[in-house]
C-alpha cells in the first residue's frame, strides 16, 4: 500500500505568516488535512506531522517522517512578502532532488495553477524537511497568505484545490482518482444546500410508481429518483 507523509506547516506558538487575523499554520493544518481525507479515501496509508494547532519542531517533523518510512513526503505552506506585493503559487524539491520528487512538485504546481493561481514554478531550496527527509519531498507554497486574492481563490476554490491537490499525489502513486459516492448529506458543488423531501424508498419500480401517482393525485409535485445502496 501506498504510504504519503503529510507535513503541516507551522502550528502551536508559531502560526507562520499572519495577515488580518489569517494564520498560516491554519491553513496549512485544514487544508492539509482535507488533502489526507481524499488520499485515505483512495485506500492510501497517510501519516501527519501534527493533526491540531500545535508546535512541532523541524527536526521532528523529518525523523516522523524517516520513522514511518514514507513513499513521499508533502509539505503544505502558504507564502508571504509584503502585504498585497506577491501572488501565486510555488512548490519547492530540495537543491539536489530525486527525479521522483520534480515529478510531483510538478503535478502539484500543474494542480494549483489550474485553479487560477500565478505559476511561479517549481523551485529548488536547501530547506530542512527536503534535505532531512528520505523519501522524495516537495514543500508547496500555495499561494500567498498576504495576498486577498490568493486568499479568496484559496477559500471560493477550496474544494476544487483539495481534489486537484489528491489527483496530482494519487497521479504519482499510479491510483487514478475516484469522485465519491453521492450521500444524502452532502451538499451541491454550488455551496447551495437543497433540502429534499422523501417519501419512501422502494425495491419494486411498480411501487415507486404508484406512490408518485398518490402523491401527484395528492397535488405534490412528485418525481422518482434512483439511489444505489452502497
Ligand atoms: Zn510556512
Given at each position: 500500500m501506498a504510504k504519503i507523509c503529510l507535513d503541516y506547516g507551522h502550528g502551536g506558538n508559531d502560526p507562520g505568516a499572519v495577515y488580518k487575523g489569517r494564520k498560516e499554520s491554519d491553513d496549512n493544518l485544514s487544508l492539509g488535512m482535507a488533502v489526507a481525507t481524499e488520499l485515505r479515501r483512495h485506500g492510501v496509508e497517510v501519516s501527519e506531522?501534527?493533526?491540531?494547532?500545535r508546535a512541532v519542531s523541524l527536526a521532528e517533523r523529518s525523523s516522523l517522517a524517516n520513522k514511518d518510512g514514507c513513499d513521499y513526503f508533502i509539505s503544505f505552506h502558504r507564502n508571504a512578502f509584503q502585504p498585497e506585493q506577491a501572488k501565486g503559487v510555488e512548490t519547492f524539491v530540495y537543491t539536489a532532488p530525486s527525479t521522483k520528487s520534480v515529478q510531483l512538485a510538478e503535478k502539484i504546481q500543474k494542480a494549483l495553477v489550474g485553479i487560477g493561481f500565478v505559476n511561479r514554478g517549481v523551485k529548488r531550496a536547501n530547506f530542512h524537511v527536503l534535505r532531512e527527509t528520505r523519501s522524495p519531498a516537495v514543500l508547496v507554497?500555495?499561494?500567498?497568505?498576504?495576498n486577498s486574492l490568493d486568499n479568496q481563490l484559496f477559500d471560493s476554490k477550496r474544494k476544487e484545490i483539495v481534489i486537484a491537490l489528491a489527483r496530482a499525489i494519487l497521479s504519482q502513486l499510479g491510483i487514478s482518482y475516484t469522485t465519491p459516492p453521492p450521500t444524502s448529506q452532502t451538499a451541491p458543488d454550488s455551496g447551495q444546500i437543497l433540502y429534499r423531501v422523501m417519501a419512501g424508498s422502494y425495491a419494486i419500480r411498480d411501487n415507486a410508481q404508484k406512490q408518485v401517482a398518490r402523491l401527484k393525485a395528492a397535488g405534490f409535485d412528485a418525481t422518482i429518483m434512483i439511489y444505489e445502496k452502497p
Open positions: 506531522t501534527r493533526t491540531t494547532d507554497e500555495a499561494g500567498f497568505l498576504d
